[in-house]
């Protein structure tokens, strides 16, 4: 079973409650299957984001089924344990979400330039995409599934960023990786994600499963074995969150062509004041 929480005012696409095993999964999934366009539907453009999001969400399923499938029933037990542990704690009650001022910051970007949130809403609404690091594979997916929305977003008058807790030469490889022309910025310690009430502490158990396998500590620089949601937030230029994706659920992550629907939307709200 496969537990998923979500908080979104304007539709995340996440829908909130626990899952009742791969049967009722399977069947959600075709409730919410959209109908083929019809002929006279102007299809949409390869590269764009309302395109890349169909991409993004079945990579990611694809990502997960082939995972669990090679998952020993051991660790798959730890995981999911971890999983429900996190979507009881009441995080994704306590976090920033819609209505709410959003902190601000500055934090380096890979090349240890200083990114400020409050400059870069005075050119015009930001999304904030939290990631958990270059050694997960889902977040690497959704950071290379952004690379349209990024262009779209900044044609729109907009910033996409991307933030986690590595340390700033690990964000540059991940970049680099990733071919990303949106910034990527290190939040060590996870001081800023602190401010928004997204970040968590991973169960020992997990936690020696992350490590041994992906040295997250080495990468974070710290010992805190602590990570942030995979949350996204639209900030509009009063400084207030307009549109937030939170799920206790790592597998699941915002579609892009939300994400840029609400930034054309904030942009030309401005546009026209």
Do not use: H
């Given at each position: 079973?496969?537990?998923?929480?979500?908080?979104?005012?304007?539709?995340?696409?996440?829908?909130?409650?626990?899952?009742?095993?791969?049967?009722?999964?399977?069947?959600?999934?075709?409730?919410?299957?959209?109908?083929?366009?019809?002929?006279?539907?102007?299809?949409?453009?390869?590269?764009?984001?309302?395109?890349?999001?169909?991409?993004?969400?079945?990579?990611?399923?694809?990502?997960?089924?082939?995972?669990?499938?090679?998952?020993?029933?051991?660790?798959?037990?730890?995981?999911?344990?971890?999983?429900?542990?996190?979507?009881?704690?009441?995080?994704?009650?306590?976090?920033?979400?819609?209505?709410?001022?959003?902190?601000?910051?500055?934090?380096?970007?890979?090349?240890?330039?200083?990114?400020?949130?409050?400059?870069?809403?005075?050119?015009?609404?930001?999304?904030?995409?939290?990631?958990?690091?270059?050694?997960?594979?889902?977040?690497?997916?959704?950071?290379?599934?952004?690379?349209?929305?990024?262009?779209?977003?900044?044609?729109?008058?907009?910033?996409?960023?991307?933030?986690?807790?590595?340390?700033?030469?690990?964000?540059?490889?991940?970049?680099q990786k990733n071919e990303l022309?949106?910034?990527?910025?290190?939040?060590?310690?996870?001081?800023?994600?602190?401010?928004?009430?997204?970040?968590?502490?991973?169960?020992?158990?997990?936690?020696?499963?992350?490590?041994?396998?992906?040295?997250?500590?080495?990468?974070?620089?710290?010992?805190?074995?602590?990570?942030?949601?995979?949350?996204?937030?639209?900030?509009?230029?009063?400084?207030?969150?307009t549109w937030a994706f939170?799920?206790?659920?790592?597998?699941?992550?915002?579609?892009?062509?939300?994400?840029?629907?609400?930034?054309?939307?904030?942009?030309?709200?401005?546009?026209?004041?």
């Amino acid at each position: 079973m496969s537990l998923m929480i979500g908080a979104s005012v304007l539709a995340s696409g996440c829908d909130s409650g626990a899952k009742q095993g791969e049967a009722a999964a399977e069947v959600k999934k075709e409730e919410v299957v959209k109908p083929a366009p019809k002929e006279d539907v102007k299809a949409e453009p390869a590269g764009s984001a309302q395109a890349q999001d169909k991409v993004l969400g079945a990579a990611l399923a694809e990502r997960a089924a082939a995972s669990g499938a090679k998952r020993s029933a051991e660790a798959a037990a730890v995981m999911q344990a971890a999983e429900d542990q996190l979507a009881a704690s009441g995080i994704l009650e306590r976090a920033i979400n819609v209505g709410d001022v959003a902190p601000t910051f500055t934090l380096p970007n890979a090349a240890g330039e200083q990114v400020s949130l409050a400059k870069l809403l005075e050119k015009g609404p930001v999304a904030v995409l939290w990631y958990r690091g270059g050694w997960c594979p889902y977040c690497n997916l959704t950071l290379a599934g952004y690379a349209a929305a990024g262009k779209e977003i900044m044609e729109a008058g907009g910033t996409l960023v991307a933030i986690s807790p590595e340390l700033p030469d690990n964000s540059l490889d991940t970049q680099q990786k990733n071919e990303l022309e949106y910034q990527v910025l290190s939040d060590v310690g996870n001081a800023v994600a602190k401010q928004y009430d997204i970040v968590f502490e991973l169960p020992p158990d997990l936690a020696k499963m992350y490590n041994e396998k992906f040295e997250i500590n080495a990468r974070n620089g710290d010992t805190s074995n602590s990570l942030p949601l995979a949350a996204t937030y639209v900030i509009g230029q009063d400084g207030k969150v307009t549109w937030a994706f939170l799920d206790a659920d790592y597998k699941k992550r915002a579609e892009p062509s939300e994400v840029v629907a609400e930034i054309r939307a904030l942009a030309g709200t401005a546009a026209s004041q």
